[in-house]
């Protein structure tokens, strides 16, 4: 059965990608990291994304960018924003090169693995605004992949595939809700309380898309 790598943060983009990659025909090979972020919340999603989706090899490395900081998701000196997305503002809950970090590691992976393609739940619509989530910082990726490895050398890298890249937040809701994932299982919070703030950049994208696509029984104030 041919392979992919997912990206998986425990996220409702990540999962949704994960299950596309199966409704695709992949066997999947779930790929998470510890990077230096200030709760496990996510990872404790991961796992259990991973189990439902029946996802049978899940690696957890271990990437401390906190080491550096340059990130409120990774330094401890920081406030999480909870003011709201702002047009054309990167905001610093972006954390230097972690998507770049990612995807080489995930390359190393798939490579090893011999999967044909690397599945990653970045956005470019309803998102905050992340260099690293827009279709051409994916297609300059793949020109590394191609030029990198030995399966690129080879004329066979793996395709790096975003199948959320275009679609609105309302759009990735109801795919993954056709595709059978459990969006209550998924952890989208920046912040590591017991339930969802609802007030950071990732809780106000996700609670509107919940509520305009007429799930608002998982809103994170449905939560509170």
Not at 204 to 224: C, N, V
Request: glycine share 8%.
């Amino acid at each position: 059965m041919k392979k992919a790598v997912v990206l998986l943060s425990g996220g409702l983009d990540s999962a949704t990608s994960a299950a596309q990659a199966i409704a695709d025909g992949f066997e999947v090979i779930a790929l998470s990291f510890r990077y230096g972020q200030k709760h496990s919340r996510e990872l404790d999603a991961a796992g259990n994304i991973a189990t439902q989706l029946g996802i049978r090899e899940h690696f957890v490395m271990d990437v401390n960018l906190s080491q550096w900081g340059g990130s409120s998701l990774t330094d401890a000196a920081q406030e999480i924003p909870k003011d709201g997305v702002q047009a054309d503002v990167i905001p610093s809950t972006y954390v230097p090169g972690r998507n770049t970090v990612f995807l080489a590691l995930a390359l190393s992976l798939a490579e090893a693995k011999e999967a044909e393609a690397i599945y990653l739940g970045i956005n470019a619509v309803d998102y905050s605004g992340y260099p690293d989530c827009r279709p051409e910082y994916l297609e300059a990726y793949q020109q590394l992949a191609n030029l990198s490895s030995k399966a690129g050398i080879e004329g066979h890298a793996p395709q790096l595939v975003a199948p959320l890249v275009l679609d609105s937040k309302v759009e990735i809701v109801k795919k993954a809700i056709a595709l059978g994932v459990d969006i209550a299982e998924t952890w989208s919070c920046y912040q590591g309380s017991e339930k969802p703030c609802g007030l950071c950049d990732s809780c106000r994208i996700r609670d509107e898309a919940l509520t305009q696509a007429g799930y608002p029984e998982l809103t994170s104030q449905a939560k509170a």
